[in-house]
Structure formats: C-alpha cells, structure tokens
Nanobody, 115 residues
Framework: QVQLVESGGGLVQPGGSLRLSCAAS????????MDWYRQAPGKQRELVAR???????NYSDSVKGRFSISRDNAKNTAFLQMNSLNPEDTAVYYC?????????WGQGTQVTVSS
C-alpha cells in the first residue's frame, strides 16, 4: 500500500506560479513512477506530468515549458512547479503513484487561476 498526501494548491492570478507537493508513505520502494493529473469541471481527468524512478520526465502538450515535475527521494516527495498559470489550468490536481501493487491516488488539491 502507498499513501499520498498533496498540498500547495490555492488561488493565484493569471501569470502566477504555484508549487504542489505530494508526500508518499508506505511501500514506496515499489513505486515505478509518480504522476500529476488534473480534472477540470465537466472534463475528464488528464495526465499532466510524469517522473519515473530513473528521473525521466514527460509532460502533456498543454503544460510543456510551463510546468516542471521533480522528486526528492530522501523525503519521498514529488513536486509540480507550475509557472505562467492561466485560467485554463484551473482544476483539481491529483498525485498518483504506480506501484507493483497497483495505482494509488492522493485526495486532490484545488488550483484556481483567476483575477
């Protein structure tokens, strides 16, 4: 089992930045990769960014060049640095971990981009 707790969401003006954190606990040794997803009202959940155990990163086209995913292995924490935010980035952001025993989700954190 893996437990994930997100933090760092909030209200930000267009053009601003936020940093999300995802703290993992439990069977963290079994995690293959960690992801950030988001779900806007009325839309499907979409994969935003992924970081593998080897440090390889991937991004959706909608956030490439603006968002950056990273991880601190010593603290078992993944981060999503979000820059140049716009209203279309408004969504609930979820951290997910794919492990040998399945996929685990955090509770989600709201990000609202508005003036």
């Amino acid at each position: 089992q893996v437990q994930l707790v997100e933090s760092g969401g909030g209200l930000v003006q267009p053009g601003g930045s936020l940093r999300l954190s995802c703290a993992a606990s439990g069977s963290i040794f079994s995690i293959y990769h960690m992801d950030w997803y988001r779900q806007a009202p009325g839309k499907q959940r979409e994969l935003v960014a992924r970081i593998t155990n080897g440090g390889t990163t991937n991004y959706s086209d909608s956030v490439k060049g603006r968002f950056s995913i990273s991880r601190d292995n010593a603290k078992n924490t993944a981060f999503l640095q979000m820059n140049s935010l716009n209203p279309e980035d408004t969504a609930v952001y979820y951290c997910a971990a794919t492990a040998i025993t399945g996929i685990y989700w955090g509770q989600g954190t709201q990000v609202t981009v508005s003036s």
